[in-house]
DNA sequence: GCGAAATACGTTAGTACTTACGTATTCCGT
DNA sequence: ACGGAATACGTAAGTACTAACGTATTTCGC
């Protein structure tokens, strides 16, 4: 699913898509069983049946929603004969939302569709459905200490004036050389043992046979890596690049290529390849900007599996 | 939050108003960042962005939308100047969206928005993020493979045929004893020293002070508890009442509820009372419909630290 | 005890979808 | 080659909300 690759972007689309899932679900179990309820009702039927009459905005915070739309619900349910509006006697303002017998019978008679929808669910995503509501409460909760506009333009800020900068491989740099490719790779394909030798101990692999290794910097932040290899003498692989998922955007992949690609006519290399994937679409196109031109075969011998792609850079352009 | 104690009965609304949020937190974002666009436009605009010009329909299903909404969507971005309209040449039922050149000058200038809004979530919500990231994504895989709605009909037809019973003690019975008493235990309160030593050994606290336990069967699952101790002589206690949250609204509750009023009836007690607290609304109003009479104040010298609510059984009722 | 502020609620207008439907265009079997 | 089925899309109508506003009623400060 597309969506799914962009993250914690499209949170809001997905919870969106599952809640109408749910939704839909609900009012075709009261349809199929003949219960005289929508889903929608439930939360304010349930408060009512719960914890007894109550007014328009108690129930709306109970629930989580605006007075207004508790109000338009109402309406509904008074159409519906479920609910009877009465003024509070104390208070004018307020109004009193009360179940009818209607009502009363109607939901003392849904006891065995609820608890088919509690366990239902549960057959249904087995455990997962148990994450994800664990998942909903911690994040309502967090969601009410740390609003995220704020986190978000905080980091904005941060992502802002801090200075992205080349570096070229340090020992100590070592352990981002593994941690940026593994997430990569772990995500879309697996590491396979070439990777493991090459990741473990990449001066042996890479700056020992006449290559080189750049990362990008973001203020204190390692986000990202690139790898040129010496494959032949004067025959250089572009590999093991990797930008921080949560790094994407800033344009510290493209930076990289660009270093790796001085330091190939630096070196006086005559060719540079690489090869890819033809999942990674966004990676292929900055390849291609960047001066690699597709290639109509894969190459012969490659080192990877998932190598599905083969790119040559051509001076030019 | 009240939606919380429905559990899997209120998914889609909890769900809805997290993605309501989420929308929100953007677009609070997009506006103080000045960027021109709006969250509900960023499905579409990634997607043309990550992969190309595309058809309606082809945006709609990666997007997981209808082409409707695609279509209505698409006529904004229109008049935004963001996206164009083309018929396919090849197939002139196809319309082709592609973006506009402003469209591309805007989006190549919001990678650090992007990014900052995956890392700002990530801050505010700490790992929970990745947790309901991860949770959408396994209940979205399993929903697509089993129908919650079936599910729910069919756990519906078991529950229906089931026989509901109420059994007495038997030793065969005792980890459900423990099992179903420690569900809402650890739901609402904690579990005290006193719970500790009478749900681990029932037989001593319960069965031999001259009580009784009773169990709820629904077909093969043991879905309730409850137990009737002797306090003193001809004085019970009415305790230990727990119904499996997935199997509440069967009335398996009252059902034991009433075994235990036979039970002290039959054992010629003289008084039945019973300790709780004022959150278990729906249990107290049970209570109150078997005969219980709520008393002024606590009992002295109760057993628990969490009873804030002291019934006694008036046998007229 | 009186006027301003706060509150409670309903109404209106608008948004982001969905379903249902109508109209092109293409595909496909004979 | 042609008629019906399939498809691709747009439009209309409806739904479930929210935000904004208006109008009662109550509360509060002095």
Tied chains: 1, 2.
């Excluded at 994800?132 to 980091?155: F, G, K, M, S």
């Excluded at 990674?280 to 894969?298: D, E, H, N």
């Amino acid at each position: 699913m597309y969506l799914a690759s962009l993250g914690k972007l499209a949170l809001g689309s997905r919870l969106k898509a599952l809640s109408d899932h749910f939704y839909g679900a609900a009012d075709e179990v009261y349809r199929a069983l003949g219960a005289p309820i929508e889903s929608r009702w439930l939360p304010v039927l349930r408060y009512l049946w719960d914890t007894g009459p109550g007014t328009v905005t108690e129930v709306a915070q109970a629930i989580g929603q605006t007075h207004s739309a508790v109000s338009q619900l109402t309406d509904k349910l008074v159409r519906a004969g479920m609910v009877r509006r009465r003024r509070d006697p104390a208070d004018g303002r307020r109004t009193v939302l009360t179940l009818t017998d209607k009502a009363h019978g109607a939901l003392s008679g849904l006891g065995p569709i609820w608890c088919a929808v509690q366990r239902g669910v549960g057959t249904s995503l087995e455990a997962h459905a148990s994450h994800l509501l664990d998942a909903i409460a911690a994040c309502e909760r967090a969601l009410r200490e740390r609003p995220v506009a704020e986190a978000i333009l905080a980091e904005h800020d941060a992502i802002r004036t801090a200075p992205l900068e080349i570096v070229p491989y340090a020992p100590a740099l070592r352990e981002h050389f593994h941690r940026l490719n593994a997430q990569w790779l772990e995500r879309h394909f697996r590491i396979e043992d070439i990777d493991r030798a090459v990741l473990g101990d990449p001066e042996r692999y890479i700056l020992e046979p006449g290559g080189a290794i750049f990362f990008a910097r973001l203020g204190d932040e390692v986000i990202g890596t690139c790898a040129l290899l010496q494959e032949s003498p004067g025959a250089f692989e572009l590999t093991k690049m990797g930008v921080d998922e949560t790094f994407r955007g800033l344009g510290a992949g493209k930076r990289l290529l660009e270093a790796c690609i001085a330091e190939f006519h630096r070196r006086g290399g005559k060719t540079l390849f690489l090869e890819s994937n033809s999942r990674l679409q966004t990676a292929l196109r900055m390849y291609q900007k960047a001066g690699f031109v597709m290639q109509p075969s894969v190459r012969e011998g490659s080192h990877y599996e998932r190598a599905d792609v083969y790119m040559v850079y051509q001076r030019g352009e």
